[in-house]
């Protein structure tokens, strides 16, 4: 397969879409706020959780960029600047962020280095900045709107069920709400991703290459 860059690409973009929503799930049920519906000192006090969860979710994020990557070459076929665009933005999204992890890991340092709310509220100062508002978060969560456009544009090329996009987006923003949503959105979201990702590893080299590849299969 390695030798075989038609398969490699397939096989890895479609598999990732399996993995990331079953990390996803997992971080959010090892991070120890969570699991307790929110509140200070969790961080301080667990920080071997916090460690292991930051560091999943922030792998659930990067490696979902394969799977957009597919996405986009499939969505391309019919109408490839809608793909490319929608594509490039949820790119870009998901990597800023996978870096909000990181905070993760300041909330737990600062809240047992002071006083849990002290350090709390320090924390919220630092990741409040409008740099890290409008450098990080406000793209992260427009990546995660995108990586629903892009689903919806594989969907009128026919490359996805139309319910496929919606689902991945509930699955990403409905997941932390412990526990019911953490059960209906992870579902949601391994349904979204996975049916993608499935038709991905069900492919032919030749459907997966399009036009091209069919053309060059037929001879």
């Known amino acids: 397969m390695l030798r075989d860059?038609?398969?490699?690409?397939?096989?890895?973009?479609?598999?990732?879409?399996?993995?990331?929503?079953?990390?996803?799930?997992?971080?959010l049920l090892i991070d120890p706020a969570i699991r307790a519906g929110g509140g200070i000192g969790y961080y301080g006090a667990h920080p071997g959780q916090v460690s292991i969860s930051a560091s999943v979710l922030h792998w659930s994020w990067v490696l979902l960029v394969p799977g957009i990557l597919g996405m986009i070459h499939l969505a391309r076929e019919r109408t490839p600047v809608a793909a490319h665009v929608t594509g490039a933005i949820a790119v870009l999204g998901v990597i800023n962020f996978s870096s909000l992890m990181l905070g993760d890991f300041v909330y737990s340092r600062l809240e047992r280095a002071m006083e849990p709310e002290a350090g709390s509220a320090l924390a919220d100062l630092a990741l409040g900045d409008p740099g890290a508002e409008w450098g990080f978060r406000?793209?992260?969560f427009?990546?995660?709107?995108?990586?629903?456009?892009?689903?919806?544009?594989?969907?009128?090329?026919?490359?996805?069920?139309?319910?496929?996009?919606?689902a991945m987006l509930v699955g990403m923003l409905g997941t932390p709400i412990f526990p019911i949503g953490t059960v209906v959105g992870g579902l949601a979201y391994l349904a979204g991703a996975g049916?993608?990702?499935?038709?991905?590893?069900?492919?032919?080299?030749?459907?997966?290459?399009?036009?091209?590849?069919?053309?060059?299969?037929?001879r």
Do not use: C, H, Q
């Open 195 to 218: 049916v993608i990702g499935l038709r991905m590893l069900r492919m032919s080299d030749a459907e997966w290459a399009g036009p091209a590849g069919k053309l060059t299969a037929a």
């Open 138 to 140: 406000v793209p992260g």
């Open 5 to 27: 860059p038609v398969r490699f690409f397939r096989t890895v973009a479609g598999t990732s879409l399996l993995v990331v929503p079953v990390l996803y799930v997992a971080g």
């Open 142 to 166: 427009l990546g995660m709107l995108f990586v629903m456009v892009l689903a919806l544009v594989m969907a009128y090329g026919k490359k996805a069920p139309w319910w496929a996009g919606p």
